[in-house]
Nanobody, 126 residues
């Protein structure tokens, strides 16, 4: 099993920056993809960004391209989401997830991810 623990959420103003972290523990050997999803009240969980653990290839949702950056630290088993120029519409619970069925070319559908963190709240005020 894999355990994912997110941190770094909070309340910020529009235009501010925030960095989320997700530490993976357990059976994290092998090749996989780690991603970030978010879910706002009354909405479905949506893809934000993902990164291949092996080659570092990334994929982003159109809504965050140019503002968010996903990165990883293999030695620390940690994935980060640097969020700049935050907007009120970025307000959501952000979840870290791991896809064991993929090595590169990250997938964007939540059902493809096998393990999930508990989520961290990000609130952007206008």
């Amino acid at each position: 099993q894999v355990r994912l623990v997110e941190s770094g959420g909070g309340l910020v103003q529009a235009g501010d920056s925030l960095t989320l972290s997700c530490v993976a523990s357990g059976r994290t050997f092998g090749r996989f993809v780690m991603g970030w999803f978010r879910q706002a009240p009354g909405k479905e969980r949506e893809f934000v960004a993902a990164i291949s653990w092996s080659d570092g290839s990334t994929r982003y949702a159109d809504s965050v391209k140019g503002r968010f950056t996903i990165s990883r630290d293999n030695a620390k088993n940690t994935v980060y989401l640097q969020m700049n120029s935050l907007k009120p519409e970025d307000t959501a619970v952000y979840f870290c997830a791991l896809d064991r069925g993929r090595e590169i070319v990250p997938r964007v559908t939540a059902k493809d991810y096998d393990f999930w963190g508990q989520g961290t709240q990000v609130t952007v005020s206008s």
